[in-house]
């Protein structure tokens, strides 16, 4: 799965749901910067992690990473 159509899945997703940054990580108990590294496409893609944002964002760990192939 590509990074950059992950992490933009990530922050669309969040902001659909109404969270800033500082909110979403502190729902998770991680810092801005995991968080912001992740929606960056910078930080390597820990399920575990896409999991619990998933969970937070009631929605499906499957519907997050969701890619659509063109």
Same mark, same amino acid.
């Given at each position: 799965? *590509?990074? !950059?159509? /992950?992490?933009? &899945? #990530?922050?669309?997703? &969040?902001?659909?749901?109404? +969270? @800033?940054? #500082?909110? $979403?990580? *502190?729902?998770?108990?991680?810092? #801005?910067?995991? /968080?912001?590294?992740? *929606?960056?496409? @910078?930080?390597?893609? !820990?399920?575990? $992690? $896409?999991? =619990?944002?998933?969970?937070? =964002?009631?929605?499906? +760990?499957?519907? $997050? ?6």
């Amino acid at each position: 799965m *590509e990074n !950059d159509q /992950l992490a933009q &899945r #990530v922050r669309a997703f &969040r902001k659909l749901k109404g +969270y @800033t940054q #500082v909110e $979403l990580a *502190e729902e998770l108990g991680i810092s #801005v910067a995991v /968080l912001g590294s992740l *929606e960056r496409g @910078t930080r390597k893609n !820990d399920p575990k $992690l $896409l999991k =619990l944002i998933a969970n937070k =964002l009631d929605i499906s +760990y499957e519907e $997050l990473i969701s890619i659509r192939e063109e």
